[in-house]
Nanobody, 126 residues
Framework: QVQLVESGGGLVQPGGSLSISCKASRNIFSIGAVNWYRQAAGKQRELVAVITGDGSTKYSDSVKGRFTISRDNAANTVYLQMNSLKPEDTAVYSC????????????????????WGQGTLVTVSS
């Protein structure tokens, strides 16, 4: 069974940097496009960054210029590098991959999984 495993969250001071990652729990054919969401306490979930299978990226206005999403296809891992962090970036960050191909056979048959990571808490505070 494939899962998305997130890591790298923690406590960082305002202005600091942190990198979080989202990795498939075992070797798969393709993780596809990946979305990073965040949800702060008492607020709605927000889509902050997207990376497509070919590496195209998009960011929400709230993180543009400060966050960078990237991927390592060989490792089936997507990263979110967060710089110039602000207290308002404090949230649980979750990755979502809506179109995972576990095997090449699944890919050619258009059989996909949609998975969410377990979430990782990022706290920006002095």
């Amino acid at each position: 069974q494939v899962q998305l495993v997130e890591s790298g969250g923690g406590l960082v001071q305002p202005g600091g940097s942190l990198s979080i990652s989202c990795k498939a729990s075992r070797n798969i054919f393709s993780i596809g496009a990946v979305n990073w969401y965040r949800q702060a306490a008492g607020k709605q979930r927000e889509l902050v960054a997207v990376i497509t299978g070919d590496g195209s990226t998009k960011y929400s206005d709230s993180v543009k210029g400060r966050f960078t999403i990237s991927r390592d296809n060989a490792a089936n891992t997507v990263y979110l590098q967060m710089n110039s962090l602000k207290p308002e970036d404090t949230a649980v960050y979750s990755c979502n991959a809506p179109k995972i191909s576990v095997s090449y056979a699944d890919y050619v048959r258009n059989i996909y999984l949609q998975l969410w990571g377990q979430g990782t808490l990022v706290t920006v505070s002095s």
